[in-house]
């Protein structure tokens, strides 16, 4: 019997052991698939923020469950078979694409130079676009309605359309007053916030035109000369740090008494 081996048994140790390391096999395995798995939605999350709808047909962008529809005005001002909210639309974003500097300087007859501008001259060249003389619009309503501008003194027809004060009175008596409140993801909100309307920031100190773009919770873009070195079509409303608005209007050239109403002949 002493010449027949002995078959050895794993230990209570080497056992442990070997179950220790397939433990610990599985927690790595796992932790790199939820590595994997949290990289791959956060990029389609940053994707889906990112991105917007160009084309203005219906809403959000991918990745999201907001949509919201953009409408059409039922006015084509210069008859050129656009609306006139797209028209402004196409007009501001054609200003921007110049990138114009920024220049608010004072200059005779009112317009600054071509490629030269401030956020007051994108939103001109807008009304441009749907056929409004917006310079000369503004000029007759203070001479025909001083009282829609309670802080200014005099007129100045060099300047005054050039104003984001001056636009904020123009436009508070012949445009439709919308919504200052902007909520990320809620439709009905958003559906308030359309392309072609023009925003005021502090009252005095900004003015932009909302895009037909959308982010993917809904809100729409900005296109504004804010001295960004950027796209000056961007996704402002929703930004920490930005300016208060303080006006939100749509405009209706129905409105426009016929004293005050100009076409754009440029």
Same mark, same amino acid.
């Given at each position: 019997m002493g010449g027949m081996g002995h078959a050895r048994h794993p230990s209570v140790h080497s056992d442990s052991r070997g179950r220790g390391g397939r433990r610990v096999a599985i927690v790595v395995i796992t932790l790199i698939l939820l590595l994997a798995v949290g990289s791959t939605g956060a990029m389609v999350l940053w994707r889906g923020r990112s991105?917007?709808?160009?084309?203005?047909?219906?809403?959000?962008?991918?990745?999201?469950?907001?949509t919201v529809a953009n409408i059409r005005s039922s006015s084509d001002y210069?008859?050129?078979?656009?609306?006139? %909210?797209?028209?402004?639309? $196409? @007009? =501001?974003?054609?200003?921007?694409?110049? &990138?114009?500097?920024?220049?608010? *300087?004072?200059?005779?007859?009112? %317009?600054?130079?071509?490629? $030269? @501008? =401030?956020?007051?001259?994108?939103?001109? &060249?807008?009304?441009?676009?749907? *056929?409004?003389?917006?310079?000369?619009?503004?000029?007759?309503?203070?001479? =025909?309605?001083?009282?829609?501008?309670?802080?200014?003194?005099?007129p100045d027809p060099n300047i005054d359309f050039r104003r984001s004060g001056v636009l904020d009175g123009f436009f508070g008596a012949y445009a439709v007053r919308l919504t200052n409140d902007v909520r990320p993801g809620d439709a009905a909100n958003l559906a308030q916030w359309q392309h072609g309307d023009i925003v005021i920031f502090d009252h005095t100190k900004h003015i932009a035109v909302v895009s037909d773009r959308r982010d993917a919770q809904g809100v729409p873009y900005l296109i504004h000369n804010n001295r960004q070195r950027g796209d000056m079509e961007e996704d402002y409303l929703i930004r920490t740090h930005r300016r208060t608005i303080t006006s939100h209007y749509r405009f209706d050239s129905s409105r426009v008494s016929a004293d005050v109403l100009r076409t754009w002949h440029g």
């Open positions: 991105s917007g709808t160009p084309d203005g047909s219906a809403a959000a962008s991918a990745g999201s469950s907001i210069n008859h050129n078979g656009i609306d006139d %909210y797209t028209d402004l639309v $196409r @007009g =501001a974003r054609a200003e921007a694409k110049v &990138h114009p500097i920024y220049d608010d *300087g004072y200059y005779q007859g009112g %317009y600054p130079p071509e490629g $030269r @501008g =401030a956020c007051t001259d994108l939103v001109e &060249h807008a009304f441009r676009a749907a *056929g409004f003389d917006l310079k000369a619009m503004v000029d007759a309503d203070i001479v =025909a309605h001083h009282e829609h501008y309670p802080g200014l003194t005099r």
